[in-house]
């Protein structure tokens, strides 16, 4: 297997030009030129699998060919591209599309409402909905939690390094803690006790948000017992419930909402990465429609409607026609599952636990640097993959849906190596 220190790339304008907050670029040090399905290649030709998937960007892969084609038809034929939120062709497709395919199949009722590109623009459109629909100002969050970079956003994402990237005060939040934070707390206790006490200090919050798989936050898995119980806290107390699916929608954990399996029905679902089929900038915000109680313009941006995107995410819908890909994902999961429990037994002294479910798995390391060792191991042997958690202690699998189980066993079998060769650095 070629290494890629046996080669290399000039990133000197990139390093010349480019902010120092680049970051992905440090991890994967090499100039990308191709790619396809779940397959990256760079300048130099070398190839690598992607167990990255545009930070869950790219769940039908690199130039999905299905996609590719309904876009280039759409650009050769001169096409609406920009249009803000006026009403074009692609966004009634995508629009009756996504009630045909997702919604109704599922019995569910929500309107759609698009906030601008990025999930950070969902998750904001969300909290100030909340806000203006209950007339109060708190909303509850939960540790190691991650919902985006704006002001809003970070004031209910639990890492300290985003949060003090602010330079202001983030008000307007109480973090609580997430499912099994502590062996010895029951949180929805916790919370519920927060919430019945008039001493103790929480005002009666407008919403909670939260995530059903924290990806960036480490990859932790709340259970359906837990993600029940605090919809049955939201009815109880009239408290606006927020799922943000921004990472693990879109089929990540298996089904298209990650919280279908839990029952649970939130007032507002924020969607974003994969919900743009191509890795287009796209997002959306779920709204019931009893909640719909903006005015025209009360939120707004330039690009709210990128026609582009409607395009590619109507294609992409018709991968949940049927519930093959579905099953596929549960599939690949156990696969997932299995090959990472193997690594982990064979590594007892690095302290593994294995995490996640579906598309979305990871081995959390107990020892400081660890993770990040065995990325950078991988990334020298043709396999890109990042870290997540606060201390960046998880090695996180994360590829496109798409993927073969070629592909799949192969990433897997880079991984093994890359958790030896990281031990043998130490």
């Keep these: 297997m070629t290494s890629i220190t046996e080669a290399t790339t000039d990133m000197s304008t990139f390093e010349t030009l480019e902010s120092e907050v680049r970051s992905y670029c440090r991890s994967f040090p090499t100039i990308f030129d191709k790619a396809r399905g779940y397959k990256l290649w760079d300048v130099e030709g070398r190839e690598f699998i992607d167990f990255f998937a545009g930070a869950g960007a790219l769940n039908y892969g690199h130039n999905n060919p299905q996609i590719k084609s309904k876009l280039i038809d759409y650009l050769t034929n001169d096409h609406v591209v920009h249009s803000l939120d006026m009403a074009t062709v692609a966004k009634e497709k995508f629009l009756q599309r996504f009630q045909q395919v997702i919604l109704e199949p599922r019995k569910m009722n929500y309107k759609v409402m698009f906030p601008g590109p990025t999930g950070a623009n ?16 708190t909303v509850i969050s939960f540790t190691k939690a991650f919902h985006g970079m704006t002001l809003g956003a970070l004031s209910v994402t639990g890492n300290s390094f985003k949060r003090h990237g602010a330079g202001v005060p983030l008000h307007h939040a109480v973090s609580m803690p997430y ?20 001493g103790s ?9 939260l995530e059903t798989l924290q990806g960036e936050g480490g990859i932790n898995v709340a ?26 929608g879109c089929g990540r954990t298996g089904t298209f909402f990650s919280f279908e399996e839990a029952g649970i029905q939130p007032d507002m679902i924020c969607l974003s990465k994969s919900i743009g ?35 590619a995410a109507t294609e992409a819908l018709t991968y949940w026609e049927t519930d093959k890909l579905e099953r596929e994902i549960l599939r690949k999961g156990e696969i997932l ?31 400081e640097g660890f993770a990040e060792k ?19 202690e998880v090695a996180k ?23 030896q060769a990281a031990k043998n650095t130490r």
């Design 122 to 137: 969902s998750v904001e459109s969300a909290l100030k909905l909340a806000r203006k629909v209950t007339g109060r100002q």
């Design 179 to 198: 499912d099994n934070y502590h062996d010895d707390v029951d949180s929805l206790s916790l919370l519920e006790r927060y919430l019945e006490d008039e």
């Design 201 to 209: 200090g929480l005002d009666l919050p407008a919403a909670i948000i």
């Design 223 to 248: 259970s359906n017992t837990w993600l029940q119980r605090i919809e049955d806290i939201c009815r109880r107390w009239d408290i606006l419930l927020i799922v943000d699916d921004v990472q693990v």
């Design 277 to 311: 089929g191509y890795g287009l900038p796209f997002a959306i915000t779920l709204i019931q429609p009893k909640l719909d109680k903006w005015a025209p313009g009360e939120h707004n941006g330039t690009f709210r409607g990128h026609n582009l995107a409607f395009v």
């Design 337 to 367: 599952q299995q090959a990472l429990n193997s690594m982990t037994a064979k590594h007892p002294d690095t302290e593994p636990e294995v995490r996640g479910r579906g598309l979305m798995q990871g081995i959390a390391f107990g020892q």
């Design 374 to 392: 065995v990325c950078a191991a991988a990334f020298e042997r043709g396999l890109i993959m990042e870290t997540s958690g606060p201390d960046s």
């Design 397 to 419: 699998v994360m590829p496109p849906l798409i993927i073969d189980d070629e592909g799949l066993n192969k990433g897997l079998a880079i991984l093994e190596e890359s958790i």
